[in-house]
């Protein structure tokens, strides 16, 4: 139902683009938000930011000064875009909808972004 | 940051044995948790919400308790599925932060 796409490849410095398809229903419905959260090789889960179809947004501040996240409701899709990336940033990025609970309670595939020269 | 800690980082146990995952906040968020499995390769999938309200369609072996610090989740009875790495999550403070993951595998 939700599905990751974006380079696998990213040079340092440069800028991570990813969108996520939202397949099954629509990302306009209320109480839900879209979230990016990521995992680097073999450690654990990070939360990246979400945005409500809105527009309105939440960044984990460790991450905030190179996070843009957007929204496309017309295409039922929403993207991360992370700045200055650097081989710290190479992970599992997951897209997943946050429900009313706060829980991520549908979850992309993930796709791997790897951060080399 | 709320900082998470669960314990143990790795267990072992034969099928059909009771296993407990403890994890633990760094400040109280009252009943503000959740649990993950992730099985290997594939994305988390949410098992349980408010520190002990099961997900639909989750095992009833599954259990969560807890409150303020100090939550746990329960397997009543381990089966082979179950093998995978468990997570808890806190959404009492933004930002929202992950445990470190308890990996239970069959003995």
């Known amino acids: 139902q939700l599905q990751e796409s974006g380079p696998g490849l990213v040079k340092p410095s440069q800028t991570l683009s990813l969108t996520c398809a939202v397949s099954s229903g629509s990302i306009s419905s209320s109480g839900y938000s879209w979230s990016w959260i990521r995992q680097p090789p073999g450690k654990g889960l990070e939360w990246i930011a979400y945005i409500y179809y809105s527009g309105d947004t939440y960044y984990n501040p460790s991450l905030k000064s190179r996070i843009t996240i957007s929204i496309d409701t017309s295409n039922n899709q929403f993207s991360l875009k992370l700045s200055s990336v650097t081989a710290a940033d190479t992970a599992v990025y997951f897209c997943?909808?946050?429900?009313?609970?706060?829980?991520?309670?549908?979850w992309g595939q993930g796709t791997m972004v790897t951060v080399s020269s | 940051d709320i900082q998470m800690t669960q314990s143990p980082s790795s267990l072992s146990a034969s099928v059909g044995d009771r296993v407990t995952i403890t994890c633990r906040a760094s400040?109280?968020?009252?009943?503000?948790l959740h649990w993950y499995q992730q099985k290997p390769g594939k994305a988390p999938k949410h098992l349980i919400y408010a520190a002990s309200s099961l997900q639909s369609g989750v095992p009833s072996r599954f259990s969560g308790s807890g409150s303020g610090t100090e939550f746990t989740l329960t397997i009543s009875s381990l089966e082979p599925e179950d093998v995978a790495v468990y997570y808890c999550?806190?959404?009492?403070?933004?930002?929202?932060?992950f445990g470190p993951g308890t990996r239970v595998d069959i003995k």
């Open positions: 400040q109280s968020i009252s009943r503000s």
């Open positions: 997943a909808r946050r429900n009313v609970y706060n829980a991520f309670d549908i």
């Open positions: 999550q806190q959404y009492g403070t933004s930002p929202f932060t």
